[in-house]
């Protein structure tokens, strides 16, 4: 139940809700702390330490897709996790650097690149991206 419910969380809530729905809540509590990895890593996405979520969900992605039920989602699940993550850490700033943004999710600012572009021409992301000084600004 942990497992399941806080990945959705991660994928779909925005930070105050994972908050206030999962890491706040009383009853679900109980079953975070039957998965603590799930509980670190939605802490650390509440606070906006997104390479440590990601680094804890990686680590525990052989286990996941062993899962029956969950296996077919993971990937999914992942994906939206990471991309809602990219998004949120552009909100704050009307510019960012992505050597910023690539130290702060721990990936090559190249393969970051990518998935901004792929962000903004989703419309996921306002904004337009200086690929010369690799700088997108809104």
């Known amino acids: 139940m942990a497992i399941y419910g806080g990945l959705c969380a991660m994928a779909f809530f925005d930070r105050e809700e994972l908050k206030t729905r999962l890491l ?12 603590p990895h799930i509980r670190e890593a939605a802490q650390a996405y509440y606070s906006a330490r997104y390479s440590v979520t990601l680094g804890i969900l990686e680590r525990h992605k052989p286990d996941f897709i062993a899962d029956l039920f969950l296996s077919a989602h993971v990937d999914v699940l992942y994906k939206e996790i990471r991309q809602k993550a990219l998004v949120e850490a552009f909100y ?5 650097e992505l050597s910023t943004l690539s130290s702060l999710f721990a990936v090559p600012i190249n ?8 962000l903004i021409e ?13 700088v997108p600004f809104f």
């Open 24 to 35: 706040d809540n009383s009853e679900f509590k109980v079953y975070l702390e039957l998965e």
């Open 92 to 96: 704050p700033y009307s510019t960012i």
């Open 111 to 118: 393969d970051l690149a990518v998935e901004v572009i792929q």
């Open 122 to 134: 989703d419309g996921r992301i306002k904004a337009r991206l200086d690929c010369e000084n690799h």
